[in-house]
Nanobody, 131 residues
């Protein structure tokens, strides 16, 4: 059974940093796509950053270079991180990690940008940034 567990959210002041973690377990796949999505109050989930099993990453325009996604799959459990720097109030919301299982990492670049592309989700971690 696939499990995604996020952690690292909290209430911080603008200008500071947070690192979110997502621990993924319970799956075997030739390839995977993982992503962080943000959901602000009253809005849908928007993609923030993406990483695939071959280590390639991309971020959306929203963080404007302030966020970095990385992963640690050296041990039995895969952990994906989202380093968020210079936070501002517009970064507030629930952050979810998502997993898509694919035959090869290259398929992540052919899609897997929308929330509907992902079949497995964590419970979310809340980030609240105050001015």
């Amino acid at each position: 059974q696939v499990q995604l567990v996020e952690s690292g959210g909290g209430s911080v002041q603008a200008g500071t940093s947070l690192r979110l973690s997502c621990e993924a377990s319970g799956f075997r796949s030739a390839g995977y796509c993982m992503a962080w999505f943000r959901q602000a109050p009253g809005k849908g989930r928007e993609g923030v950053a993406y990483i695939s099993s071959d280590g390639q990453t991309r971020t959306t325009g929203f963080p404007k270079g302030r966020f970095t996604i990385s992963q640690d799959n050296a041990k039995d459990t895969l952990t994906v991180y989202l380093q968020m720097n210079n936070l501002n109030t517009e970064d507030s919301g629930m952050y979810y990690c998502a997993l898509g299982l694919v035959l090869a990492a290259r398929y992540c670049r052919a899609g897997y940008e929308r929330s509907t592309d992902y079949s497995h989700w964590g419970q979310g971690t809340r980030v609240a940034v105050s001015a």
